[in-house]
């Protein structure tokens, strides 16, 4: 069958990125990132949709113009975007309620970023089979999925916040426990240097028969002052936490 010539606009070169390499590495079976997947965080995976997306796009545009080793990478970026998006609908059954809620409306409710998502990757497909079986529709497929472009982002950067949201509402929560915990434990080291204050007073008025109990009063002050020292040192990096999260 005669090699069909696609009329396709054209792509001016990409200069070699970080993101770029990060995509290609995740992209091949077996590879340190695709092995590494598991291990990412859903906040950097959802965030990472956007970037695959994008170069699935772009492998199929370099494929269409007769590059066709861009097809079986594109074949390798869809399984990898397919995974982490299963993974991603998945991540709620790990949670609490309201959060899994969160994480369900945000993907299959009324105004669910799912079907765009799974429309997306139907054009994928479809060109994709275009360019393989050198159909003449191939070029109105490409059309077509460069059209899901503005959708496919919208909606990959709705799911990223989702996430986002439940992850920043987590840590500030864990702030406040900490800044709970370290008020608890400083009224407790300002009642045990209050306790050492008036054993010391006793031990004085005690004289020589007190001197023993004297020293235990005095290394339980150097102890709560080590606490304090420490108790303030954490609230000072739970406030720098807060201030990070928000």
Known sequence: MPTQRFSIPTVPPLAASPLASTANEAARPGSAVASRSQDISVVNLAA????????????????????????????????????SHQRLTSASKALPPAEAQRIDTTYQGPAGVGPVIDA??????????????????????????????????????????????ITRARSEAMVKELVSIVGDIQGVAKEAKIVSF?????????????????????????????????????????????????
Not at 71 to 83: H, K
Not at 219 to 235: E, G, H, P, Y
């Open 48 to 83: 990472r949709q956007r970037m695959l997306s994008q170069r699935l796009i772009l492998q199929i545009l370099l494929a269409a113009r007769g590059d066709r080793s861009r097809l079986d990478e594109a074949r390798r970026t869809l399984q990898l975007f397919s995974e």
């Open 120 to 165: 997306f990757v139907h054009r994928v497909r479809e060109a994709m089979d275009g360019i393989a079986q050198e159909r003449a529709s191939a070029p109105e497929a490409i059309d077509r999925l460069i059209g899901q472009t503005d959708r496919i982002l919208a909606a990959l950067d709705m799911a990223t916040m989702a996430f986002d949201e």
């Open 198 to 246: 008036n054993a010391q007073v006793i031990a004085a008025r005690a004289g020589q028969q007190g001197r023993e109990f004297a020293v235990v009063a005095n290394v339980l002050s150097n102890i709560t002052d080590v606490i304090d020292r420490l108790t303030r040192k954490a609230a000072v990096l739970a406030e720098q936490r807060h201030t990070i999260a928000a």
